[in-house]
């Protein structure tokens, strides 16, 4: 089961790529639209919604919805059904319900995400290597000049003066 976001309201599609258009009625009413007079079953009573039916019959489609009773039922139906019942509650609505919907069975919704995914990823580890970089600049800032280095010249030059044999007239 996958979940859409319709007007920031997630709704449900499951493995054969039904829609719940119980969650797009939910959207619709989070959106602000008046819908307690368009519920799911009285658009599939609807005798317009009736003849669509048939005709996605006719046309190859076995099954064009389901109902599933319980606490996370709801009913399914096939995209067209799913564009039809965004067009019974509203055109303005129904504009937006496409969008999404199309961008998921196109795939462009799969690939912005993966599009995202891809953004995360490098900037991660931009912040990782960024931070492996900052403690190698500062390790080398305290070997640099007037650091580590020179302290460690000067002792090998002591370390060095003091192995030296002196013979008194030879220089």
Request: aromatic share 12%.
């Amino acid at each position: 089961m996958k979940e859409l976001a319709v007007f920031d309201t997630p709704v449900r599609i499951d493995d054969e790529k039904f829609i719940s258009i119980t969650d797009i009625w939910k959207a619709a009413k989070a959106a602000g639209r008046n819908v307690d007079n368009l519920r799911p079953t009285d658009f599939l009573r609807s005798p317009v919604t009736r003849s669509f039916i048939n005709e996605l019959i006719k046309g190859g489609e076995s099954t064009p919805f389901r109902i599933i009773k319980g606490r996370n039922g709801g009913t399914y139906v096939t995209r067209f059904l799913a564009y039809e019942y965004a067009g019974y509650i509203d055109p303005a609505f129904k504009v937006g319900v496409y969008t999404v919907l199309d961008k998921f069975f196109s795939g462009e919704m799969i690939t912005l995400a993966s599009y995202m995914a891809e953004a995360n990823m490098a900037d991660h580890i931009l912040k990782e290597e960024s931070a492996v970089v900052s403690d190698c600049a500062r390790t080398m800032n305290y070997w640099g000049i007037g650091g580590r280095k020179r302290q460690l010249v000067n002792n090998r030059q002591e370390a060095y003066a003091r192995l030296q044999i002196n013979v008194p007239g030879l220089e």
